[in-house]
């Protein structure tokens, strides 16, 4: 939360899923612009399939100013800091 509000120009992030379950999670993920992706290995090809039509739709939207840009992070791991981790 810090960092979005901090951030100029704001932006969305794509975050876990589990966000949710955070007190006030759920209320602060749609006036904030979030993405939430299942971690879950269980999550079906069409739920990734349907993320990654989410996120190319956002930018679509972003590019013309009818939404603020996703930021992503390209790992949500921490390592020992020898590596990068896979996304």
């Known amino acids: 939360m810090i960092h979005w509000a901090v951030h100029f120009p704001?932006?969305?992030f794509l975050g876990k899923k589990?966000?949710?379950k955070i007190p006030g999670g759920k209320q602060l993920v749609g006036p904030m612009g979030?993405?939430?992706v299942g971690r879950d290995?269980?999550?079906?090809?069409e739920e990734l399939n349907k993320l990654i039509e989410d996120i190319?739709?956002?930018q679509l939207e972003a590019e013309k100013g009818?939404?603020?840009?996703?930021c992503i992070f390209p790992?949500?791991?921490t390592s020992n800091?020898?590596?990068?981790?896979t996304f």
């Open 10 to 12: 704001q932006c969305g």
């Open 18 to 20: 589990e966000g949710e």
């Open 34 to 36: 979030h993405l939430l």
């Open 41 to 45: 290995k269980r999550d079906s090809r």
């Open 56 to 58: 190319k739709a956002r």
């Open 66 to 70: 009818e939404a603020m840009p996703l």
């Open 75 to 77: 790992e949500g791991a």
């Open 81 to 85: 800091g020898t590596h990068i981790l």
